[in-house]
């Protein structure tokens, strides 16, 4: 399967809004997984594809150092599962930005 486009959906979102307090993984859902319009009738997927490239691309960014996990204790936050980019993954976005910013200047 494969998860790079996943993983890099992941770690965008997590830079651009969500790498100091973290995503839920209801959070990570809602920017890999196509949603339903409000009118749209004709509405299927297959959700199971989604929970494995979800799961695998979450497995790969935590084993790479780039993502980290947490759960916290508090009650107020319902014991929610947190990821987090880490140093190493927001380098590895800066990187990545500039590899994507040196092909278009190729182009």
Avoid: C
């Avoid at 830079?15 to 949603?35: E, N, R």
């Avoid at 014991?79 to 092909?103: I, N, P, R, Y």
């Amino acid at each position: 399967m494969e998860t790079e486009s996943a993983s890099r959906a992941i770690l965008a979102n997590l830079h651009a809004g969500f790498g100091s307090t973290g995503a839920s993984l209801a959070q990570i859902k809602m920017w890999l997984v196509p949603q339903k319009a409000e009118h749209e009738s004709d509405y299927d997927i297959n959700k199971g594809y989604f929970e494995l490239l979800l799961k695998y691309a979450l497995r790969d960014l935590l084993q790479e150092g780039y993502v980290r996990s947490t759960l916290p204790d508090g009650v107020e936050d319902g014991d929610a599962q947190l990821f987090s980019l880490t140093a190493k993954g927001a380098e590895h976005v800066k990187e990545l930005a500039a590899q994507a910013e040196q092909a278009a200047l190729d182009y």
